[in-house]
Nanobody, 121 residues
Framework: QPQPVESGGGLVQAGGSLRLSCTTSGRTLSGYDMGWFRQAPGKEREFVAAISWSGGSTHYADSVKGRFTISGDNAKNTVYLQMNSLKPEDTAVYYC??????????????WGQGTQVTVSS
């Protein structure tokens, strides 16, 4: 399995946007469904989004639907999470990983070190 590496987090004001990137050290992402989950301090891990390896199927948590977009670029071996209209409650460490199932709420395997997203009010 590929080992994901996330980047792109930061501090942004409410209503702003960020784009997270996920690539791998070594193996290609091609052929693997990929996804994002997040974890805020003191809270449980929360599924955010997932995409099929072909890019033809995407799934989103209700809390981010209409604001976040997951996409992939096979040529760049990268999966993106475009986050718009950010809210303070989106503050969390965001992880990229391999979803066990291609459905909302799935658990993940082989995630990276995470990238911090902080949304100020």
């Amino acid at each position: 399995q590929p080992q994901p590496v996330e980047s792109g987090g930061g501090l942004v004001q409410a209503g702003g946007s960020l784009r997270l990137s996920c690539t791998t050290s070594g193996r290609t992402l091609s052929g693997y469904d990929m996804g994002w989950f997040r974890q805020a301090p003191g809270k449980e891990r929360e599924f955010v989004a997932a995409i099929s390896w072909s890019g033809g199927s995407t799934h989103y948590a209700d809390s981010v639907k209409g604001r976040f977009t997951i996409s992939g670029d096979n040529a760049k071996n990268t999966v993106y999470l475009q986050m718009n209209s950010l809210k303070p409650e989106d503050t969390a460490v965001y992880y990229c990983g391999l979803p066990r199932k291609l459905r909302v709420g799935t658990d993940f395997d082989s995630w990276g070190q995470g990238t911090q997203v902080t949304v100020s009010s």
